[in-house]
């Protein structure tokens, strides 16, 4: 996987005033973008306007690198090819959704019929568009993508008698208080908002603890722990361990 950004005033002599003006607009959202597409020219174009308007971005090629790199990493969004030389984006994106996985993705293909189009988007994709393109549409889509994605987000999740308020910064389980550091808050949310979904190690430590947490390190299993003592009651199993892989919430 490869990981793409791009410094402005290089890629305002590629793409010219237009992209770099709409970069400074979007300066910051420092948002990361996986494109997952097997021409490696188109990919590489896609990324340097992406990066222009401050998206960090990684290529894939393949179904199996675009797979693997959703379960070692996080993204805030996907573009998806559907032709590519392991296998059919649409079944790609079915087996994504089917897993639990609702990050925003994007359809780039050359099939471009109304038929193909009903067909991705009700698989799952947020949104399609056809080849060729526009570069500054596809950025522009992308951009409505994050936008819709905010304003949909939920403001409290709740789960089995957990209810946790992303405005106050609070945990209630049964209607009674429960007490969490900022990690174990951070950790729990993560889980509630990907509900179902079985979260790797990586995954979680690169969302909880940035680049400053060494992989080998039995620290997770720690702050796992103290979750479990918190919130989980006799004969019920919140967060199970998934052997090899990293955690779910059940």
């Known amino acids: ?11 305002k002599k590629i793409f010219g005033w237009q992209y770099f003006l709409i970069g400074l607009i979007t300066r910051g959202l420092n948002m990361h973008i996986l494109v997952v597409e097997d021409e490696i020219k ?3 174009l896609i990324a340097k306007g992406l990066a222009e308007c401050s998206y960090t971005t990684s290529l894939v090629s ?3 690198e675009a797979s693997n790199a959703i379960s070692e ?3 805030d969004a996907i573009v998806l090819d559907l032709r590519l030389p392991d296998g059919d984006g649409l079944e790609l994106l079915k087996s994504w959704r089917n897993s639990g996985f609702m990050e925003p993705v994007l359809i780039l293909s050359a099939r471009n019929s109304i038929e193909d189009k009903i067909t991705g988007l009700n698989i799952g994709a947020d949104d ?3 080849k060729p393109f526009s570069l500054e549409e596809l950025v522009a889509r992308i951009r409505s993508l994050m936008r819709r994605q905010a304003s949909e987000k939920k403001t409290i999740l709740t789960y089995s008698g957990i209810e ?3 405005i106050a910064h609070s945990v209630t389980q049964n ?3 429960v007490d969490l550091t900022n990690k ?3 950790l729990l949310e993560m889980f509630m908002q990907n509900q179902g979904r079985a979260l790797s190690r990586t995954v979680i430590a690169q969302k909880i603890w940035d680049s400053g947490y060494d992989i080998d390190t039995n620290l997770l299993d720690v702050y796992m722990s103290r979750l479990r003592a918190k919130l989980e009651i006799p004969n019920q199993v919140v967060f199970k361990t998934i052997r090899g892989i990293g955690y779910k919430l059940e």
């Open 1 to 11: 996987m490869t990981r793409v950004t791009l410094n402005w005033y290089i890629v």
């Open 42 to 44: 188109l990919a590489e």
């Open 62 to 64: 393949t179904c199996k």
């Open 73 to 75: 990493s996080t993204f």
């Open 128 to 130: 399609y568009l056809s």
């Open 164 to 166: 946790l308020n992303l």
């Open 175 to 177: 209607g009674n208080p």
């Open 184 to 186: 174990e808050y951070s």
